[in-house]
């Protein structure tokens, strides 16, 4: 293994509980994400996505199992002490963009950093680089109702890497977008695993939102019953970044050199 | 503090539910803000002047009952026979300061209803007595001098453009009698005194009654006003008429200034008392709305508070900002309704000739006026309480499940 890993899952199991009855959703499952790496989840609806994106992104807490990720046991953590974390560390993308309505955009990519000691000034520049990283410069003062889908998505990514966090969660973040707006989101979750070297865990149902990820897993009834590593890279789009206005890059390189190490 | 803008747009996300809210507090704060000062003006009035040390002697039967002018030489000369020498004397003279005060409650003019106060007084002692009520020298000399004369209150003489010179007919409602008086001067005092009343000679009703064939009303002095030398010597003195009156067709009873006010302020009272259980009642009624107002905000914006949460922010700074916001709505209806109340205090000589001399002054004291505001915060405080503390505790992942 070249690099470390950033994420750890052992024996981990949760079930809900409604009225007595036990609803068991992961039983005892083990996963290691490398630090870098672009996961994909997969798999049929109800099967425990959400709920294991939620125990890997510290807002839940598995019924058993421990969960390490940057050497850090977050089963150990107490509330507050996992609220600073996912603060510093997590940067959340949801499939309806969750942006706060009342906000402009920029409030919107500003709002984690009220948690952190950052003055005024730097915390607007902060949020002004994040919204260019998105392609979004010049809309600053839009409002989320003036922004289309894919817009609010970037808005949204923005909002995500705007703490710098290692790693990145994603539920269905094109569900709610047509092909080429999906295209785009997925152009710049690429970018960010690949020229900003986030950590990433996407959840999907688009099989080819999954193919852009660095690695594909599937979950059914509470296991991860395949983990396949992509033995061939999908073929860069790189006439449809072109056309979309994203910066082309060797996309097969990347991936090939990543493949490398991890064999 | 620099969550305070997203706070701001969150009160006004929805405009009308929070103006709403805002404005039933300010309605709520302005009422019980204007009532607990006109009440505190009141008792303040009754307070002060107690250091006057005036007793006013009525019929036992009510002040609607008058008491015989004979009465007023047999109070001196009971003063003397008992060796209490209550009654204040004159230093230049050595004349017993106690007058007739005759409530005439006439028309002025051709006016339907005259809401000020008109009394029949002795001119020679009435200012000795009222020494807060000033009045020019000449002036007075006038009103000693001429039988007709009148003297106005300064806010009455703005209202109806009086002038010295001016004649100022009374019509007789409760006396068959009209005066034909003329204004000799002005009198003025401190600004929560009746100056909107005027005063005139008594001798001069009286004979005007006397002259009539019939005479009926005449000889009587409505009340009698005294000032004693010393609050010490009050009690004896009240005692002494009341004794000396008893069993007699003119019983009388015998109290101080502040008393005698007092007994106007007893209807009031009762009200001041349903007043206040209202108060708490709208009190409640405005932490439940407020309360409402507030929960049904943080219940369309479960999910938003879930992806803070998300981001990081821990239970204390969501139940802060909620709480907040449910503050600063509230603390604005209060500011706007002790506001309005301050504004009605200054523009209370609008309002105060209704009160028909009652009501004369308003001043919002700064205690009931911090008391508005302070609750009004409180209410926000209490009232958002709840869900705020619900909102805090919703499970993250619930609330990012929650579709709204
Ligand atoms: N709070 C809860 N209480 C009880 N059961 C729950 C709760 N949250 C989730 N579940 C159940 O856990 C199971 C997994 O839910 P989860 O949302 O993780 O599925 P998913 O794979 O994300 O599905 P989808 O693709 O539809 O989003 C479902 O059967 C769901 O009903
Ligand atoms: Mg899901």
Redesign the pocket.
Same mark, same amino acid.
């Given at each position: 293994m070249g690099r470390p890993p950033a994420i750890i899952l052992r024996q981990v199991s949760k079930e809900?509980?409604?009225d007595q009855i036990r609803?068991p959703?992961l039983s005892r499952l083990d996963l290691t994400v490398a630090e870098g790496e672009f996961l994909a989840l997969m798999?049929?609806? !109800?099967? !425990?996505?959400?709920?294991?994106?939620?125990l890997i992104a510290g807002l839940d807490r598995p019924t058993s199992g421990e969960i390490i990720v940057h050497d850090l046991d977050l089963t150990r953590l107490s509330d507050s002490q996992i609220s600073r974390w996912r603060s510093d560390h997590v940067g959340f993308i949801f499939q309806t963009y969750n942006l706060i309505p009342v906000l402009r955009a920029d409030e919107n990519v500003e709002l984690p950093l009220l948690l952190t000691k950052l003055s005024r000034r730097e915390r607007r520049q902060r949020a002004r680089t994040a919204l260019r990283i998105v392609g979004l410069e010049g809309r600053e003062d839009h409002y989320p109702r003036q922004l289309s889908g894919g817009q609010e998505q970037r808005v949204a990514i923005a909002r995500a890497i705007v703490t710098d966090p290692y790693l990145l969660v994603a539920?269905?973040p094109t569900g709610d977008l047509d092909r080429q707006s999906a295209e785009e989101i997925l152009n710049l979750m690429e970018q960010l695993n690949r020229e900003f070297e986030k950590t990433i865990v996407m959840?999907t149902?688009d099989p080819n939102a999954a193919k852009r990820a660095t690695r594909i897993l599937h979950?059914d009834k509470g296991q991860l019953v395949d983990d396949v590593t992509r033995a061939e890279p999908s073929p860069p789009k790189v006439a449809e970044s072109a056309a979309s206005g994203d910066p082309p890059y060797v996309a097969d390189l990347d991936t090939a050199r990543r493949q490398e190490a991890r064999l | 503090m620099k969550f305070l803008g997203y706070i701001l747009r969150n009160a006004r996300r929805n405009p009308v539910r929070s103006l709403l809210t805002i404005g039933s507090i300010a309605v709520c704060g302005f009422l019980t803000v204007a009532m607990l000062s006109l009440f505190s003006s009141a008792d303040q009035l009754r307070e002060e002047v107690k250091g006057y040390d005036r007793v006013i002697v009525m019929s036992s039967q009510g002040f609607a009952q008058p008491v015989p002018i004979a009465l007023k030489n047999e109070i001196i000369a009971l003063d003397q026979a008992r060796g209490l020498n209550a009654i204040a004397r004159r230093a230049a003279d050595g004349k017993p300061l106690i007058s007739p005060f005759s409530w005439f409650g006439g028309k002025y003019k051709d006016e339907q209803l005259s809401l000020f106060a008109q009394f029949g007084i002795d001119p020679d002692v009435f200012f000795d007595i009222y020494t807060e009520l000033t009045l020019p020298a000449d002036q007075l000399a006038a009103f000693k001098a001429r039988p007709d004369a009148v003297v106005v209150g300064r806010k009455l003489a703005a209202d109806k453009k009086i002038a010295v010179g001016d004649k100022f007919p009374l019509k007789g409602e409760i006396y068959n009698y009209d005066l034909d008086l003329t204004v000799v001067g002005i009198f003025d005092g401190p600004e929560n005194r009746d100056l909107r009343s005027c005063y005139f000679n008594w001798d001069y009703l009286n004979e005007g009654l006397l002259s009539k064939a019939s005479g009926v009303g005449a000889n009587n002095a409505g009340t009698i006003l005294i000032k004693c030398a010393s609050t010490a010597l009050i009690p004896p003195l009240c005692q002494a008429i009341d004794q000396a009156t008893a069993n007699s067709d003119r019983a009388t009873k015998s109290q101080t200034e502040d008393a005698f006010i007092g007994q106007f302020a007893e209807f009031t009272k009762d009200l001041q008392t349903y007043i206040n259980l209202l108060g708490v009642a709208v009190a409640f009624a405005l932490l439940i709305i407020c309360g409402v107002a507030m929960a049904m905000s943080m219940r369309e914006r479960t999910r938003e508070v879930a992806v803070l949460r998300a981001i990081g922010f821990r239970k204390p700074q969501i139940l802060g900002m909620v709480l907040a916001e449910a503050v600063l709505i509230a603390g604005l209806g209060g500011l706007i309704g002790t506001g309005t109340a301050l504004l009605l205090s200054k523009n209370w000589d609008a309002i105060a000739p209704l009160t028909m001399g009652f009501f004369p002054y308003l001043r919002i004291p700064p205690q009931v006026a911090l008391a508005g505001i302070a609750g009004s915060l409180l209410i926000g405080l209490i009232g958002g309480y709840w869900p705020a503390l619900r909102a805090a505790s919703i499970?993250v992942?619930?609330g990012l499940?929650k579709v709204v």
């Open positions: 809900y509980r409604r609803i959703v798999g049929p609806s !109800g099967s !425990g996505k959400t709920t294991l994106l939620n539920d269905e959840v149902h979950l | 499970p992942v619930d499940r």
